[in-house]
C-alpha cells in the first residue's frame, strides 16, 4: 500500500509533536505539504524534520486543491478549526485536527451537516489524554466491569505557571506577536463561549459516559466542574495551573467503583536530564492493590497513540478514539460549563441538532 499523503495546516509550536508522529509513521505515511499564513513557520518546520520533498503554502486552500494529498492535519488556532475541518472534508480529505471542535454551538451544527454529508470521511481529533496508554486500559477495566458500577470518579489536570512573573509583555515592533490577544503570527484569536479548559472535561465523557448536567465554578487558576452522569454516577474535573516551582498533577484520576477502586498518578524522579514524569495506574479489588500493566507510559500528548490509531482506522477499520461526533459532544459540555461558571447555575446538557 502507497504512503498516505499529508499536509500540515499551522505550523506553530503544537504542530512539532505531529510532525514528528507523521515521521515515526514513515512506511505508512509522508509529508508532503506545509501550510501556515506566515510561510516562515512551514520553512522552519521542513527544514527541523529534514522534509525536503514538502511543498509550502501560505494558504491552506491550496493544499486541500492537490489531488495527491490524502489527509491533512490541522494544528492552527482553535478558531480556525471548524471551517478549516469542512473545508477538508468538502475538498475529499481525511482530517486529523487539534481540539476543539465548535468553537460556537453553531459550529457545532455546521460540522455535524458536513459529516453527515461524508460519511466516509475519518476524522480524529486530539483531545490528547484519551491517547495515554495507561487511560486508554483503565477505560477498558471500566467497560469490562473489573470495578462493578461506576460511582464517582474525579480527574484533574494541571499546567505549571510563573505565577511571580506572569504579566504579558507589551507587543513591540521587534516582538509584535507577544500578546494573549494574538496566535504566533500576530493574528487576533476571537473568543467562543466555551471554557477554556477542555482535556480533563473530555477525559471524563470518554471514561465515564454522556453528562447530564453541570455545575461549575472558575477562578484565577482554574476550572473546577461537578458532573452528574446519564449513567447515575458522579464526578468532579479540576483543571487549573499551578506553581512552576511545585509539581503538576501528582494525582490524575480516583475512581470508586462498586467492586473496587483504580487511581491513576504522576511519579516525579529526578536525573541527569532533571525532573523525569512517569505515569502509573493501580487497581484494587478485594482489598489488594495490583499495577495496571500497559505497554508503555508515554504522556507526550498522545501523539504516536492518535497517529497509528487514525491510519488504521482508514487502512484497517479500526474505530476511531476520538471522531469528530465525539469531539462535538465534547464541545457541547464545554458550552453548558462555560454557561454554568457565568451565571452561577446548573446547566443541563443540550445537543445542537436541527434549527429553525
Given at each position: 500500500m502507497?504512503?498516505?499523503?499529508?499536509a500540515?495546516?499551522?505550523?506553530?509550536a503544537?504542530?512539532?509533536?505531529?510532525i514528528?508522529?507523521w515521521?515515526?509513521?514513515?512506511?505508512?505515511?509522508?509529508i508532503?505539504?506545509?501550510?501556515?499564513?506566515?510561510?516562515?513557520?512551514a520553512h522552519?518546520?521542513?527544514?527541523?524534520?529534514g522534509?525536503t520533498?514538502?511543498t509550502?503554502?501560505?494558504?491552506y486552500?491550496?493544499?486541500l486543491a492537490?489531488?495527491?494529498i490524502?489527509?491533512?492535519?490541522i494544528?492552527?488556532p482553535?478558531?480556525?478549526?471548524?471551517?478549516?475541518?469542512?473545508?477538508?472534508?468538502?475538498?475529499?480529505?481525511h482530517?486529523?485536527?487539534?481540539?476543539?471542535?465548535?468553537y460556537?454551538?453553531?459550529e457545532?451544527r455546521?460540522?455535524?451537516?458536513h459529516?453527515?454529508?461524508?460519511?466516509d470521511i475519518q476524522?480524529?481529533?486530539a483531545?490528547?489524554l484519551r491517547?495515554?496508554p495507561?487511560?486508554?486500559?483503565?477505560r477498558?477495566?471500566?467497560?469490562?466491569?473489573?470495578i462493578?458500577?461506576?460511582?464517582?470518579?474525579?480527574?484533574?489536570?494541571?499546567?505549571?505557571h510563573?505565577?511571580?512573573?506572569?504579566t504579558a509583555?507589551?507587543?513591540?515592533?521587534a516582538a509584535?506577536?507577544?500578546?494573549?490577544l494574538?496566535?504566533k503570527s500576530?493574528?487576533?484569536?476571537?473568543?467562543?463561549?466555551?471554557?477554556?479548559?477542555?482535556?480533563p472535561h473530555d477525559?471524563?465523557?470518554?471514561?465515564?459516559?454522556?453528562?447530564?448536567?453541570?455545575?461549575a465554578?472558575r477562578?484565577?487558576c482554574?476550572?473546577?466542574?461537578?458532573?452528574?452522569?446519564?449513567?447515575?454516577?458522579m464526578?468532579?474535573?479540576?483543571?487549573a495551573?499551578v506553581s512552576?516551582?511545585?509539581?503538576?498533577?501528582?494525582h490524575?484520576l480516583?475512581?470508586?467503583?462498586?467492586k473496587?477502586t483504580?487511581?491513576?498518578?504522576?511519579?516525579?524522579?529526578?536525573?541527569d536530564?532533571?525532573?523525569?514524569?512517569g505515569?502509573?495506574g493501580?487497581l484494587?479489588?478485594d482489598?489488594?492493590?495490583q499495577p495496571?500493566d500497559?505497554n508503555?507510559?508515554?504522556t507526550?500528548?498522545?501523539?504516536?497513540?492518535?497517529?497509528?490509531?487514525?491510519?488504521d482506522?482508514?487502512?484497517r477499520?479500526?474505530?476511531?478514539?476520538?471522531s469528530?461526533?465525539?469531539?462535538?459532544?465534547?464541545?457541547?459540555?464545554?458550552?453548558?460549563?462555560w454557561d454554568?461558571?457565568?451565571l452561577?447555575?446548573?446547566?443541563?446538557?443540550?445537543?445542537?441538532?436541527k434549527?429553525?
Amino acid at each position: 500500500m502507497k504512503p498516505m499523503r499529508v499536509a500540515i495546516v499551522g505550523c506553530g509550536a503544537v504542530s512539532g509533536g505531529h510532525i514528528r508522529a507523521w515521521c515515526n509513521e514513515s512506511q505508512r505515511a509522508e509529508i508532503v505539504a506545509l501550510a501556515d499564513v506566515a510561510p516562515e513557520f512551514a520553512h522552519q518546520r521542513k527544514h527541523e524534520f529534514g522534509l525536503t520533498n514538502a511543498t509550502v503554502h501560505a494558504d491552506y486552500r491550496e493544499a486541500l486543491a492537490c489531488d495527491d494529498i490524502d489527509a491533512v492535519d490541522i494544528c492552527t488556532p482553535s478558531h480556525l478549526h471548524a471551517d478549516q475541518i469542512a473545508d477538508a472534508m468538502e475538498a475529499g480529505k481525511h482530517v486529523v485536527t487539534e481540539k476543539p471542535t465548535g468553537y460556537t454551538p453553531e459550529e457545532c451544527r455546521k460540522l455535524r451537516w458536513h459529516a453527515a454529508r461524508h460519511p466516509d470521511i475519518q476524522v480524529a481529533v486530539a483531545y490528547s489524554l484519551r491517547y495515554y496508554p495507561l487511560n486508554l486500559r483503565v477505560r477498558e477495566l471500566l467497560q469490562q466491569g473489573v470495578i462493578g458500577r461506576i460511582l464517582y470518579g474525579e480527574v484533574s489536570h494541571n499546567h505549571p505557571h510563573d505565577f511571580e512573573h506572569d504579566t504579558a509583555p507589551e507587543p513591540t515592533r521587534a516582538a509584535p506577536r507577544k500578546t494573549p490577544l494574538a496566535d504566533k503570527s500576530g493574528h487576533y484569536i476571537p473568543s467562543s463561549e466555551m471554557t477554556g479548559a477542555t482535556h480533563p472535561h473530555d477525559l471524563m465523557r470518554y471514561l465515564f459516559g454522556e453528562v447530564r448536567d453541570v455545575f461549575a465554578f472558575r477562578g484565577d487558576c482554574g476550572v473546577m466542574v461537578l458532573m452528574r452522569f446519564q449513567s447515575g454516577a458522579m464526578g468532579k474535573a479540576t483543571a487549573a495551573s499551578v506553581s512552576n516551582k511545585g509539581i503538576a498533577t501528582p494525582h490524575v484520576l480516583c475512581i470508586q467503583g462498586t467492586k473496587g477502586t483504580i487511581t491513576t498518578q504522576n511519579e516525579y524522579q529526578y536525573s541527569d536530564k532533571g525532573l523525569v514524569r512517569g505515569y502509573h495506574g493501580t487497581l484494587v479489588t478485594d482489598g489488594k492493590p495490583q499495577p495496571i500493566d500497559v505497554n508503555t507510559h508515554d504522556t507526550s500528548h498522545g501523539d504516536a497513540t492518535r497517529t497509528r490509531n487514525f491510519l488504521d482506522a482508514i487502512g484497517r477499520g479500526t474505530p476511531l478514539i476520538c471522531s469528530l461526533e465525539d469531539s462535538i459532544r465534547t464541545s457541547e459540555l464545554l458550552h453548558a460549563i462555560w454557561d454554568s461558571h457565568n451565571l452561577e447555575i446548573r446547566v443541563p446538557i443540550h445537543r445542537v441538532g436541527k434549527s429553525g
